[in-house]
């Protein structure tokens, strides 16, 4: 009867030990978990000069898509839109018609519009005399709903805008490798940039 007893209390105990291993070991962790975000394997660059039949053209990347924009008013207006990225390049075309300043004007506040929220703005002026084209790189950083921003002109005939925006919430931390791929390609389609 005691071995019988012995292997009853032995038992319980066991039990009673699992019990308490698995009631210790199922406890949340104290520590917070460190926020990280979804990895994003970013293709290559790989460009081609677009084929639409527009008064300018330049070099895009392959695994962007060319959009034609139906704005009332407006022609020559295109998106080059990022699937895989979430993101997309608007871009607007005028012709300048003595309103160089004003356009020019409408560029700069288009990117400070996002001071409230940018931690710095920086410009970069740009220029390819060979190709009679000129203009302004705006790097925005901070939180803001456009990373990139740009504008050529050639001064007299034609003036082309651009703004990158990326579909969901600003978060410089989460989309700042994606940010950087889209910055290279802009720059791409700046220095290819050519009018026709």
């Not at 008013?73 to 839109?81: L, Q």
Request: aromatic share 14%.
């Amino acid at each position: 009867m005691s071995k019988k007893r012995n292997n009853i209390s032995f038992l319980f105990l066991l039990l009673q030990g699992l019990l308490i291993f698995l009631f210790i070991s199922c406890k949340q962790s104290r520590y917070p978990k460190p926020y990280g975000y979804f990895r994003v394997d970013l293709p290559k660059h790989a460009y081609q000069f677009t084929t639409a039949k527009l008064p300018y053209t330049f070099e895009m990347s392959k695994h962007a898509e060319l959009q034609m924009k139906a704005e009332p008013n407006e022609k020559y207006w295109i998106d080059i839109v990022y699937p895989n990225l979430n993101a997309a390049i608007h871009c607007s075309y005028k012709e300048v018609k003595g309103k160089l300043y004003e356009l020019t004007e409408d560029a700069h506040r288009s990117a400070y519009k996002h001071i409230v929220k940018a931690d710095d703005i920086q410009e970069i002026a740009f220029s390819n005399q060979e190709n009679d084209v000129y203009g302004i790189l705006y790097d925005l950083h901070g939180d803001v709903a456009s990373v990139v921003q740009f504008a050529l002109t050639d001064s007299v005939k034609h003036f082309f805008r651009g703004a990158v925006y990326f579909n969901n919430v600003p978060n410089k931390d989460s989309i700042a490798p994606m940010a950087a791929y889209v910055r290279k390609d802009v720059i791409q389609l700046m220095e290819s940039f050519r009018w026709q």
